[in-house]
């Protein structure tokens, strides 16, 4: 496994989230989730910046780790391990009662997010 694949791929998937839920789908998302552009701009975003970083790079080194193990075609092992974790989230999502508006957005840019880092793989790794 190649961890400064892995980092670069998580950082990457950091860029998308910062184009996905700003400019892509920010208004929609805020929407969805109950806030408004004063009570994001009251908050500190530098907590939550580094948390999802964090976050994301741990996940490309999962995500890395697994493909890198397993004896499948690599995007079919991608698209598996983006299924476990867009299926284990909806169930939060119905019991939260949150709007199917909420799941599009946030799963749609897992699978985004995933299928990045299983590119990265499949080229680099």
């Known amino acids: 496994m190649n961890i400064i694949i892995a980092l670069l791929a998580g950082l990457v998937a950091f860029a998308v989230g910062a184009l996905w839920y700003t400019v892509l789908f920010g208004k929609a998302w805020m929407k969805a989730v109950g806030l408004d552009e004063e009570t994001i701009q009251k908050g500190s975003p530098v907590t939550p910046m580094i948390v999802t970083l964090l976050v994301e790079i741990a996940v490309a080194l999962v995500v890395s780790f697994i493909l890198i ?3 499948l075609d690599i995007y079919i092992g991608g698209l ?3 299924a476990a974790a867009i299926l284990s989230a909806i169930k ?5 009662m949150k709007p199917f508006k909420l799941i599009l957005i946030n799963e749609s840019y ?3 997010t995933i299928m ?3 590119a990265s793989v499949a080229f680099f790794g």
């Open 80 to 82: 598996l391990i983006a």
């Open 69 to 71: 193990h397993l004896d």
């Open 110 to 112: 897992k699978l985004v």
């Open 116 to 118: 990045i880092m299983t």
């Open 92 to 96: 939060n999502y119905v019991f939260e």
